[in-house]
């Protein structure tokens, strides 16, 4: 498949943050993925399930949600990671670039956030929500999304291990907790982070699924 790479960087308030486009040449939509606690851009998940994404005819949008001075501090305290607050706004942000700058066309915009990056897409989500078509999460922590998970309107997966048997009672949750289509998958043994052998290749078809069905129908 045709793919146009490029590394870009992202104004988001008083912030400016590197990220890395990868644009099908006819994309159906474009996925911008929110990172867990103390990931980057350079996500080995995130990057696999971007790449089967891809293939799908999605562009995606990998991107730091920190400042590498911010990073620093989180590497020391781990604070930043879980200011829910922040990360949404700085995804809401990008979500703003991605619809003025449209590099990847005028096509429907999805999110997927992985554990407290999750969080942050929904609570993205619900603040835009007539810009945001669909939402996925991955071992996502949902419920620290608080009062802005009554808000979403996009359609949301909510993709968890089987053996990640916490995180499944907080999903629940927070599926009844949604007012729109919100459907929760759990992938059979699979812990947190999806290391075991094809759970992160399910993980991944089922992303692609979510986005290709309901971010066109979100125009």
């Known amino acids: ?23 099908p040449a006819e994309p159906a939509g474009v996925v911008l993925f929110a990172h867990g606690s103390g990931s980057s851009r350079h996500s080995p998940r ?25 990073d620093q ?12 607050t922040l990360l949404a706004e700085r995804l809401a942000a990008i979500v703003d670039w991605l619809a ?10 999805g999110l997927f956030g992985a554990s407290t990056g999750a969080a942050a897409a929904l609570v993205a989500a619900a603040a835009r929500p007539d810009l945001v078509g669909a939402v ?3 071992g996502g922590r949902p419920d620290l999304a608080g009062p802005a998970l009554g808000q979403v309107r996009a359609p949301t997966l909510l993709l968890v291990g089987g053996l990640d048997e916490q995180v499944i009672t907080l999903n629940e ?17 699979a812990t947190h982070l999806f290391e075991e052998p094809g759970t992160l290749e399910q993980v991944a078809h089922c992303a692609a ?5 309901h971010l066109p129908a979100s125009r």
Not at 6 to 14: E, H, L, R
Not at 56 to 67: C, I, N, P, Q, Y
Not at 100 to 109: L, Q, W
Not at 173 to 188: C, H
């Open 73 to 84: 501090v989180d590497a020391r305290t781990a604070e930043l990671r879980f200011d829910i």
């Open 136 to 138: 996925v999460s991955r």
């Open 209 to 213: 699924d979510w986005f290709t069905t």
């Open 173 to 189: 949750q927070a599926q009844e907790a949604l007012p729109e289509t919100a459907e929760l998958t759990v992938i059979p043994g």
């Open 46 to 70: 995130n990057t696999a399930v971007a790449h089967v994404l891809n293939r799908a005819a999605l562009g995606t949008v990998l991107v730091d949600l920190l400042t590498p001075a911010e």
């Open 1 to 23: 498949m045709d793919m146009r790479s490029s590394a870009v960087t992202i104004p988001a308030g008083d912030a400016e943050l590197p990220a890395d486009l990868l644009i």
């Open 100 to 109: 003025a700058e449209r590099p990847s066309g005028a096509v429907p915009i």
